[in-house]
């Protein structure tokens, strides 16, 4: 929900100007059209402002890469719809809560985007801040401030509010000026949607997060580019069915749909049920994807969004034929870097290991989504789809004197023949892990001979069968989520008597790919909470004949683990390619 925070300023200020601009009638209150009043304010928030805040997150924070004329039009709509969707929906939401109170309210807003006229857009928009029966200039600079002002606090350009509000005055001065609409004499139909496109191109000031990436998008939206896959797979993201449809449905909310103080005019009583059962679905949808909801609540909401749409959460990406990613593995494809990774603190410890005479190995796993783009982005790729500047990071470690072992490429043309990872965890296979362990264990062997074992350690085999829903299917679905993606069978082979050893010249460091068969609690683990003697760990050794100094740490203690051991011949470190 980290996206959903900017959203949180603009929804703060449309509801205190609600409360402040409020204008009580004389009529009776009508407890069951409150209600529905109140429903259809909170979906206009909860089911619609909010998917559309996840849309523009992505766009902003796109990598430059991904960013394509494209998603700008997509970003620029979005946002357009949503400033008609937080300022409605919480004028209705105001207005609700104050006739369930005994105190029914003037409607507090109109059909604004269907005004044809820039002036009179502003006040049907807010009317409680314009004051006055025309839509002259001046009664309408306090709506525009008010909207200038709500743009910076949501994504934080100021400059650009400031030329958006420019904008805007200009075009309601010009119209005041010539006592008529700008695009008078054009039917009304016509007028309407030269005023909304109008709209939409001025709203990219508002999306954008500073005024130059603000022209760059402009022209992006007038000039075609060639694209590239990064923004491929960036509107794909854009365009998912749920965000589609979102969108689709706010564009006919903001648009196409009749006011809703005559729809709930109408003696059919039908609307006014719909309101009310929306208020349970759009505080439900609310807390989705909220970590403290509680389980059942959490499987209620995804489960149909994800058998309706394909879609996923704010942590797991359902990809085509079930396939489930997790969704900072597509951030780094698609999305700038929002901090450092862990490339400078590997230079600065084999600087440091240099000068203890102590060679460093790193093994790059590669992420799932490098491997399997074709279930995200249909498409026929050569090799696997790399985060962009990858390549110049791993040459500037293997320059730094690490010894860098990638096997994407390996494992890459093994696809044929045998998966790398399963299709509802995160994590690499059985086979696969072995097949990387043995690539590692013969570069040691032939960099540094002495560190195997010159005798055969006693140790006792046994085959392990282990059924699992996968970690990614479960952190989608608390609940059942076998019943949609079906589960994993693995065949694990646990050996006894290579048990993890500090006294060993050989340090290997890792996190999730040391724990996963080793770690009980991890994927395919076992009821009995006992480590399981299966995971890289226990291979190597297997492979170099002796007991390893195995610790499974997060990626940030690696570094100052490695730093800090003493008396080590070689230390291996397992790191995420994405984390680099």
Known sequence: ????????????????????????????????????????????????????????????NGEPLAVSGK????????????????????????????????????????????????????????????RGSTAGFTPCIPALLLIAGIGSLWHGCVLGSLIW?????????????????LFYPLPLPLRVISVMLVLVVTNVLLVSPNV?????????????????????????????????????????????LP???????????????????????????????SASTPAFLRQITQWPVTWVFDQGNSRVHVGYDGMLFPLRELDHLTLRRRSEGATQALVKLAGELKTKGVPLMLVVIPAKAAMYTDHIFRAEYAAPVQPPGQKARLEKLAAAGIEVIDPSLALWDRLIKAESHYSTDRHWTFDTMKVVAGAVAKRIREKWPQLPGTETPVISATILER???????????????????????????????????????????????????????????????????AGFGTQMSSLLGRRLDVRAVAEKEAAQIAAEAVGKKLIVILAQADEL
């Open 71 to 130: 998603a700008v039009w997509i970003a620029a709509l979005a946002q357009t719809c949503q400033l008609y969707l937080v300022i409605t929906g919480s004028a209705d939401v105001v207005a609700g809560i104050a006739a369930l109170r005994d105190c029914p309210l003037a409607e507090m807003h109109h059909s604004a985007y269907r005004a044809g006229h820039f002036g009179d857009l502003w006040r049907r928009l807010l009317p409680g801040l314009v």
């Open 212 to 256: 130059v990436a603000a022209l760059e998008n402009l022209k992006l939206m007038f000039v075609s580019a060639k694209p590239t896959l990064y923004s491929l797979l960036l509107d794909k993201r854009l365009t998912s069915g749920w965000l589609q449809f979102m969108l689709l449905f706010s564009v006919i909310t903001s648009i196409g």
């Open 467 to 533: 059924t699992d829903s996968g970690d990614l299917a479960r952190e989608l679905l608390p609940q059942g989520a076998e019943t949609i993606f079906g589960e994993e069978s693995e065949q694990l082979v646990s050996i006894l008597g290579l048990e993890s050893d500090v006294k060993s010249p050989v340090l290997i460091l890792g996190g999730d790919a040391l724990r996963v068969f080793s770690d009980p609690a991890s994927s395919f683990g076992n009821a009995d909470g006992k480590p399981q003697q």
């Open 165 to 181: 509000l420019l904008i805007q005055c200009a075009l309601v001065f010009v119209e005041d000026r010539r006592g008529k609409a």
């Open 1 to 60: 929900m980290a996206y959903a925070k900017t959203l949180l300023p603009a929804l703060v200020v449309a509801l205190l100007v609600a409360v402040a601009t409020l204008r009580r009638t004389t009529e009776s209150p009508d407890r069951f059209r409150a209600l529905a009043q109140l429903g259809f304010g909170l979906a206009k928030l909860c089911l619609l402002a909010l998917p559309l805040e996840w849309l523009s997150y992505l766009f902003q």
């Open 259 to 289: 006011r809703l103080g005559w729809v709930l005019e109408q003696p059919i009583r039908s609307w006014h049920a719909i309101g009310v059962l929306l208020i349970p679905c759009s505080l439900l949808m609310a807390m989705r994807e």
